[in-house]
């Protein structure tokens, strides 16, 4: 089982709509959840950190379930510049080092 | 402006030649990484630095050999290339080797083996 799986995609969605990512990680004593967002040949860049209690940060929303081990990342009111892969991250349980996802990735239309 | 920079943007060699990639974060930070991004996609962490000290090394081959002469610089040599060397290499930074702060990505330098 990979540390860190995720569904490759693509999810095609039309513009507005509400999407849904999830993620599993096989750590349980992993500590520190994130999701990063990278564009087509481009760097990976922090989208938000995912805390415990659930997290919002304007259109997205990060969700943790410890016991299932999943984390879930929605995406509301889907724009065409939200078209990129999204990687799903958890630490070691050091917390020293990341293990990233291989990503979802997502295309808007008009 | 550019706060993790990394040279050469794209490097096209043969196999069994000897390469460099270079890095400079302008950031103030303390700790750098190396990562590698395989065809498929996945990232995956190579080396950390802290303070030019190595704190990670992920059972990375021999032929990889980082150095960090001050704390704004991790460059990367690789002795004779091999194709499975060929990814999207990514420099990072962070303000400390706790990963609880954001990892700052340089613009990855893509490396063909032929």
């Known amino acids: 089982r990979k540390e860190v799986e995720q569904d490759p995609g693509p999810f095609n969605v039309p513009e507005g709509a509400t999407v849904a990512f999830n993620c599993t990680y096989s750590?349980?004593?992993?500590?520190?959840f994130f999701w990063y967002r990278q564009d087509c040949r481009k760097e990976p860049k922090l989208l938000m950190s995912v805390y415990s209690s659930g997290n919002e940060d304007g259109r997205f929303t990060a969700q943790l379930n410890r016991a299932s081990q999943y984390i879930s990342l929605l995406i509301r009111d889907s724009k065409l510049s939200d078209s990129a892969t999204y990687l799903c991250?958890?630490?070691?349980?050091?917390?020293?080092?990341?293990?990233f996802g291989g990503g979802t990735r997502l295309m808007v239309k008009p | 402006d550019t706060a993790v920079s990394q040279t050469p943007k794209y490097l096209v060699t043969q196999m069994g030649n000897d390469k460099s990639i270079k890095c400079e974060q302008n950031?103030?930070?303390?700790?750098m990484y190396w990562y590698k991004q395989d065809s498929k996609k996945f990232l995956k962490i190579m080396f950390s630095?802290?303070?030019?000290?190595?704190?990670i090394n992920e059972t990375v081959p021999n032929r990889f050999s980082p150095k960090s002469p001050d704390k704004a610089h991790l460059n990367l040599h690789i002795n004779s290339l091999e194709l499975g060397d060929s990814a999207v290499y990514f420099c990072?930074?962070?303000?400390?080797?706790?990963?609880?702060?954001?990892?700052?990505f340089g613009p990855g330098t893509r490396l063909t083996v032929t």
């Open positions: 990072a930074s962070s303000q400390a080797r706790d990963i609880f702060y954001e990892q700052y």
């Open positions: 750590n349980s004593a992993s500590q520190s």
């Open positions: 950031l103030g930070h303390d700790t």
């Open positions: 991250v958890v630490s070691n349980n050091a917390g020293n080092m990341l293990t």
């Open positions: 630095y802290n303070n030019k000290e190595l704190i």
